[in-house]
């Protein structure tokens, strides 16, 4: 089963003042049920917020999450604006396709999901 872990940035008043949303997201998609290891994913994005001073979310908060991102697609919120940082994990309805060698979206197995 797929999870998603969400990193909740609630944003300070002079964060907010220069245009950023109350609450900012970022999101990794972990595969599989072991508790240790999904904590220590988080440890390991929290540490890395925490090292570079600032949190990676996409720029268009609120909208559909596109996980083939581009760097130009993201933005860097400085952690001074940062009130907090929470985390939620929320099981996936269905499996996330990814992209093969040749582009093609397939699931674990080997299935092309739906397209409409």
Not at 12 to 26: D, F, H, K, M, V
Not at 49 to 65: A, E, L, N, T
Request: proline fraction near 4%.
């Amino acid at each position: 089963m797929q999870h998603v872990i969400r990193f909740n940035g609630r944003i300070s008043w002079e964060g907010q003042a220069n245009g950023l949303p109350e609450t900012i997201y970022a999101f990794l998609i972990f595969d599989g049920d072991d508790s240790k290891k999904m904590n220590e994913l988080i440890e390991s994005q929290s540490l890395a917020f925490v090292r570079s001073q600032c949190m990676i979310v996409q720029r268009d908060q609120g909208k559909v999450i596109d996980l083939r991102q581009t760097p130009q697609d993201r933005m860097l919120v400085p952690m001074h604006w940062i009130v907090n940082i929470a985390v939620d994990i929320n099981p996936m309805v269905g499996e996330l396709s990814q992209a093969d060698e040749t582009g093609v979206e397939r699931f674990k197995d080997g299935t092309e999901p739906v397209k409409q």
